[in-house]
């Protein structure tokens, strides 16, 4: 018996299709696009300010996390 594999994404808590797969960034990828060292990514994770994943003994980041960290972070001018 063949088992056919759907075309459809898993269904979200909403009950909708979810929109996509996570991809997962690691501390380096996300220091390159903070612009910033690793240590400084650590730190974020070690003061809980950024959302992270556990993936075993290794912390992944989310994409859109990091855009939706950098948006929160953004400091409008006074002018």
């Known amino acids: 018996m063949k088992l056919e594999a759907k075309n459809s994404a898993p269904p979200t808590a909403e009950g909708g299709p979810s929109p996509e797969p996570l991809a997962l960034l690691g ?11 690793e240590r400084f990514v650590r730190r974020l994770v070690a003061e809980r300010r950024v959302p992270f994943h556990k993936v075993g003994k290794y912390v992944r980041f989310d994409q859109r996390d990091i855009d939706r960290y950098l948006a929160a972070q953004r400091v409008e001018a006074l002018i």
């Open 27 to 37: 501390i380096p990828e996300v220091a390159e696009r903070l612009g910033t060292p």
